[in-house]
């Protein structure tokens, strides 16, 4: 399995093991360590290896000597020089090399570029500091902290919204190298004294490309960084024993672990968007973004290794301070000179916050043709008459098996949603995922009976599973039944049940033998809600609706041809209707906070001291932007026919939380207006997300859960 948390296509796979490959053939961890003692920070025998293989052309066009490769394949190879800690001016060169190739003109592009793709030239990139142009083109000021400068022939700096290029050894140039934490790369001071520069030298405009760019990379390498400390956290938890156990049972461990993955996917995700934009200006936000997350990550988690690993990781010996160093340092420059949190805020502003998309293959076009006709069809018909041809096309719920779906891969189901994105398709919600279970797991009798109802809209199911005292432990069942002639009694009591209320059915887990172990011997059940003994009350939630409810059941008989699956094994069929909501709750953007990013602008730009939240606001906005990224890369996996990864898991997670807290941010910013009834919509919000880390499951429990099925990390012994 590839290393490589950025590769999703066969093309990037192959890039990123050979990459890893050659840097652990070079032992570039090692190399790294040794620059803590002899003061070298560009090892020569690493720097021509990746050199030959290509590597410092790969983003140059042919014609210079390069690859014509673009960003995507770039950021491959620096996300495996991060995880290996590989040392040299690497990253600084080959983003001073992409800033010539898309901004510079011919002239420059020939001169320079053939040395920085052979390695023979070093670049660096500098973005911060007093740099400007005079109208003589005399350049003056300085760069106070420059990534590899002190190793770098060419320097490529910003200059107000411009970009000048001047050589390190012109007269007026110093470089001051400095005292870096980060000893496997030099940072340098960079001067300019009355440097004169030829006309094109000087990139008119191209500042913003050149910030666009660096956090692209830069945030490549930081996921190689996340990842590699993640790994090495997770690995230490399930050897290393305390108190008689594995430290990766404990809960707590489990948390930091499980935080530390969800942080890694959505830098994996934010930086893998931005770098295959298709040019610099459209990637804008989507390098701010992929930037505030990698400035995050990489710090978090090489802090968090080391808090897991304990005293061993304090020591000098130890790899881990070698990934804080890398981490610490690479955030630190990526911050310096521009917040990306306060551009993702102007670019929300000004409508550059784009949606997620990518360009389906060919072969979607065959599906695109049937999906405009079924379109054209469904708008003909009166409304009464849509859901009908809905169902019987099946293009109402494409996914399911036929004959009530169309069985459509992922990629028929991508066109699908873009086709009818302005038409209605009823959600179903929990009756959609109930019914969907039947489909899978009940008889034919079943199918025939419950499932067309449902997609016809005659028929509401709810979830019967929560029960008194359970919380998220969905098999701790109490509710039991007896066999009798032809059926069975069920007696007990479900809570938490969404919309039971308004139900026809319920799907209920029943405990069938009590002498079963916990996950054994339950029975599913579907009840009719209307059956003598069944009664329903409607509790009332924090925003006033009753949206859950407790059911009781007093001696309610349910037939043998009314029992989902076999019995005593209804704990497999439970599981596919939480996998089922999982996916449900996990699918969307944003959740259903009510809330969105346009909202929180809008009351950012109207409180009185919105300057003070206006970071937070930048992370809200990431964090919302970036759970679309993780659905799109679920899917772009299944069209390259890559493994499913970790994303469903941890965008339930973040949905959730997300939502909360950009409520809460809300609430704060909004000030008086919704505690006194002047803004209803924000406040419902805001109370009605408080139901959402915990609905489906807690998001403590989803914790232990990534930490589990995800890492490996053990179960806890103390639970049976």
Not at 406 to 431: C, H, K, N
Not at 691 to 707: F, K, Q, V
Request: aromatic letters at 6%; a negative charge; one cysteine or more.
């Amino acid at each position: 399995m590839s290393k490589s948390a950025l590769a999703i296509t066969e093309d990037h796979t192959d890039l990123a093991d050979a990459a890893n490959g050659q840097l652990s053939r070079l032992n570039s961890r090692a190399a790294a360590r040794a620059t803590l003692e002899d003061g070298s920070s560009h090892p020569a025998g690493i720097w021509s290896a990746g050199a030959e293989v290509g590597w410092n052309g790969l983003a140059i066009a042919e014609e210079h000597g390069g690859s014509g490769a673009g960003l995507a394949e770039l950021a491959v190879v620096l996300e495996a020089q991060g995880r290996e800690l590989c040392p040299g001016p690497f990253l600084p060169s080959v983003a001073a090399a992409v800033v010539i190739d898309r901004c510079a003109p011919d002239s420059v592009r020939a001169q320079l570029l053939p040395g920085l793709a052979d390695g023979s030239t070093v670049g660096a990139l500098a973005l911060s500091g007093s740099v400007a142009i005079g109208s003589d083109l005399v350049v003056t000021g300085e760069s106070p902290a420059v990534l590899g400068a002190p190793d770098a022939d060419v320097l490529v700096i910003a200059a107000g919204e411009d970009v000048v290029i001047v050589d390190a050894a012109a007269e007026g140039v110093t470089v001051t190298a400095l005292d870096s934490l980060d000893t496997t790369r030099s940072v340098g001071s960079v001067a300019l004294r009355g440097v004169t520069v030829a006309d094109d030298r000087v990139l008119r405009g191209a500042a913003r490309k050149a910030w666009t760019v660096f956090r692209i990379l830069a945030s490549a390498e930081a996921v190689g960084v996340s990842w590699a400390t993640l790994e090495m956290a997770v690995e230490y938890a399930k050897v290393r024993e305390q108190f008689g156990r594995t430290i990766g049972t404990f809960q707590a461990v489990k948390h930091h672990a499980a935080n530390m993955l969800v942080n890694a996917e959505e830098t994996t995700a934010a930086s893998w968007d931005a770098a295959r934009a298709d040019d610099l200006d459209s990637a804008w936000f989507a390098a701010a973004v992929a930037a505030s997350h990698a400035i995050r990550t990489q710090v978090f988690n090489a802090q968090y290794n080391i808090q897991l690993h304990g005293g061993i990781a304090y020591t000098w010996e130890h790899d881990a301070h070698l990934y804080l160093r890398r981490a610490r340092t690479l955030a630190a420059i990526m911050a310096d000179g521009a917040d990306p949190l306060l551009d993702i805020v102007e670019g929300q502003r000004s409508g550059q916050a784009h949606g997620a998309s990518f360009t389906l293959p060919p072969e979607a076009e065959a599906y695109r043709s049937q999906a405009r006709e079924a379109v054209a069809s469904v708008r003909a018909l009166p409304e009464d008459k849509q859901r009908d041809f809905l169902v019987d096309s099946g293009y109402l719920v494409p996914h399911w098996p036929k004959p009530w779906g169309r069985a459509a891969d992922v990629l028929e189901q991508l066109v699908i949603e873009e086709e009818f994105s302005g038409v209605d398709r009823p959600d179903m919600g929990i009756t959609g995922w109930v019914a969907l279970t039947i489909a899978q797991a009940g008889n034919d009798d079943q199918r025939e009976r419950f499932v067309e109802p449902v997609l016809r809209g005659q028929v509401m199911w709810c979830q019967l599973f929560s029960e008194p005292g359970a919380g998220s432990d969905a098999a701790a069942v109490r509710t039991a039944a007896k066999k009798v002639d032809g059926g069975w009694r069920v007696t007990g009591q479900k809570v938490w049940t969404s919309l039971a209320q308004h139900c026809q059915w319920g799907m209920a887990t029943v405990r069938t033998d009590p002498d079963a172990p916990k996950h054994a011997g339950v029975t599913m059940m579907a009840i009719d809600m209307k059956s003598p003994g069944v009664t329903v009350n409607p509790l009332r939630g924090i925003t006033g609706d009753s949206h859950f409810n407790e059911v009781f059941f007093d001696d309610v008989f349910v037939p043998d041809a009314d029992v989902v699956g076999d019995v005593n094994r209804g704990w497999l069929v439970a599981r596919a209707t939480l996998g089922n909501e999982r996916v449900s709750i996990g699918g969307g953007s944003g959740g259903a906070t009510g809330f969105s990013p346009d909202d929180l602008v809008k009351l950012l730009d109207a409180a009185p001291n919105g300057a003070n939240y206006v970071r937070r606001a930048g992370e809200s906005i990431a964090e919302t932007h970036t759970l679309r990224l993780l659905n799109l890369r679920r899917a772009s996996r299944a069209i390259a026919g890559a493994e499913p990864g970790p994303e469903g898991n941890v965008t339930k997670l973040l949905v959730a939380e997300a939502g909360q807290r950009i409520t809460e941010l809300g609430m704060e910013l909004a000030g008086s207006a919704p505690v006194v009834g002047q803004a209803p919509k924000l406040l419902r919000s805001y109370l009605g997300n408080r139901a959402m880390t915990i609905a489906g499951g807690t998001s403590e429990i989803t914790r232990n859960t990534i930490a589990e099925r995800i890492l490996g990390l053990p179960r806890d012994p103390l639970l049976k």
